[in-house]
C-alpha cells in the first residue's frame, strides 16, 4: 500500500478507503473539481450560506468576511477555496499551515498579495505561533509590522495590506486558538457526504472521465465511499480501470463490485486493514477491552496508523468503541465478520 505523511510528519498506510490524498492524487482530482458553487454537490446548508456571504460581498465591491472551512478531509474544502476564488472573479494563493515555520514566511505571502485576492491556507492549526500572531493582524487591520534591526535598536515597520480573504481550512477546528477562529466572519462545518449526494458526485465525473456509468454502479461504489467525495472518485477510476482491461469498457454493476474485490474494499467500505482490527478484536481478544498498543502489534501496525486511520471511522461506523480501558467490538463488529459474540452464548464463529 502506498504512504504518506500524517498529521505528525510520520508515514501513515494509505489505501483506496483513506481520506487523505498525495500530490499525485491532487492532480487527478484538480479535473473533476467543480469550477462555481451551482457544481457543487452536496453540503447544502454550507452552500447556500456562502452564496449569500459572496453575493453581498460583490454587491458592495468589497472583499468578503475571512472563511474558515472545517470538517474530515476529502469532502471539498479545497475545492470550496478554490470556488470561492471563482466566483469573486479573483487569483487564488495556495499555501499551508505546515509550510509556513516563521512569522517572516507569512509576511512574505502577505506582502505580495493583491488586493481582493483570495488567500488559501490549508490545515490552518498548524501554523506556527509566531505566525498565528502576525496573522491576527493582517486578517484584522490589514498589516504587518516588518521587523528590522535585532536586539535593543529593532524597530516595526508598519506595512499596509490591500484588502484581502483568508480561506483557512481545518480538519481539526478544536486545535484553533479562540482569538484566531474570531477573525473569521464565516464558518462552515462539512458533514459526510449522503449516499444519494455520492451518486450524483460520480455521476458528474464519470461523466468528466467520458466513462459511462450504469445507476447501479455508481449506487455500489457510493455505498462503500464512507461518505467522502474523495474516496467516491478513487474507487470510480478504479471500477473504470478494470472495466477497460478485464471488462467490457462499461462501468455496471458486476464490474464495480468484481473491481472492489479486487482491491478488498467490501461491502461496508472497509479494507484490509479495517478488517484486521476487527479480527484481531474479535477472534484473538475476545471482543476486548485490549490496548491500543496491544491490538497494534496484532495486526503488524504502528499504533499511531492504527488510531489515526483505522479507528475513525470503525467507530464512526459503531463498529468499535473506545473505553478507559482499551478498545471493544461492539455487535455491529461480530455481525459484520459472521461470528458470534462469547456473551451472546453460542460459541465464537457462526
Not at 471539498?76 to 479573483?90: P, R, S
Not at 482569538?179 to 444519494?196: A, E, M, N, Q
Not at 476487527?278 to 497494534?296: H, K, M, Q, S
Not at 483505522?310 to 480501558?325: C, D, I, S, W
Request: hydrophobic share 45%.
Amino acid at each position: 500500500m502506498a504512504e504518506q505523511a500524517g498529521e505528525d510528519g510520520t508515514d501513515v498506510d494509505v489505501s483506496l478507503v483513506r481520506p487523505g490524498a498525495d500530490d499525485l492524487e491532487r492532480a487527478a482530482e484538480a479535473a473533476l473539481r467543480p469550477r462555481r458553487l451551482e457544481e457543487f454537490v452536496g453540503q447544502r446548508v454550507v452552500r447556500d450560506q456562502l452564496s449569500l456571504v459572496l453575493e453581498a460581498a460583490l454587491g458592495r465591491g468589497r472583499a468578503p468576511d475571512h472563511v474558515l472551512l472545517s470538517g474530515p478531509p476529502g469532502l471539498g474544502k479545497t475545492t470550496l477555496a478554490m470556488i470561492i476564488a471563482a466566483e469573486l472573479g479573483a487569483s487564488l494563493r495556495v499555501t499551508s499551515g505546515p509550510a509556513i515555520q516563521h512569522a517572516g514566511d507569512l509576511a512574505a505571502v502577505l506582502s505580495s498579495l493583491e488586493e481582493g485576492e483570495v488567500l488559501f491556507l490549508d490545515e490552518i492549526h498548524r501554523l506556527a505561533r509566531p505566525a498565528e500572531e502576525l496573522l491576527y493582524v493582517a486578517m484584522e487591520d490589514f498589516r504587518v509590522d516588518v521587523v528590522v534591526g535585532k536586539g535593543a535598536g529593532a524597530s516595526a515597520i508598519p506595512l499596509s495590506l490591500p484588502p484581502f480573504t483568508v480561506v483557512g481550512a481545518t480538519t481539526r477546528a478544536g486545535l484553533l486558538p479562540a482569538p484566531l477562529r474570531d477573525r473569521f466572519g464565516f464558518t462552515g462545518h462539512l458533514d459526510f457526504y449522503s449516499d444519494d449526494e455520492l451518486e450524483r458526485v460520480l455521476v458528474r465525473s464519470a461523466g468528466l472521465l467520458g466513462a459511462p456509468l450504469e445507476a447501479a454502479a455508481a449506487a455500489e461504489i457510493a455505498s462503500r465511499s464512507r461518505g467522502t467525495p474523495r474516496i467516491a472518485n478513487r474507487l470510480l477510476r478504479r471500477v473504470r480501470d478494470w472495466a477497460q482491461v478485464r471488462g467490457d469498457g462499461r462501468m455496471s454493476l458486476d464490474a464495480a463490485r468484481a473491481a472492489l474485490e479486487v482491491y478488498e474494499v467490501d461491502a461496508r467500505g472497509l479494507d484490509r486493514l479495517d478488517r484486521s482490527v476487527l479480527d484481531a478484536l474479535c477472534r484473538r481478544f475476545g471482543g476486548g477491552p485490549v490496548g491500543l498498543t496491544t491490538l497494534a502489534v496484532a495486526v503488524g501496525e504502528e499504533p499511531e496508523t492504527v488510531e489515526t486511520v483505522a479507528e475513525p471511522f470503525l467507530v464512526r461506523e459503531g463498529l468499535v468503541g473506545r473505553t478507559p480501558r482499551g478498545r471493544v467490538a461492539l455487535p455491529a463488529a461480530w455481525e459484520h465478520l459472521g461470528l458470534v459474540p462469547p456473551s451472546a452464548g453460542g460459541t465464537l464463529f457462526a
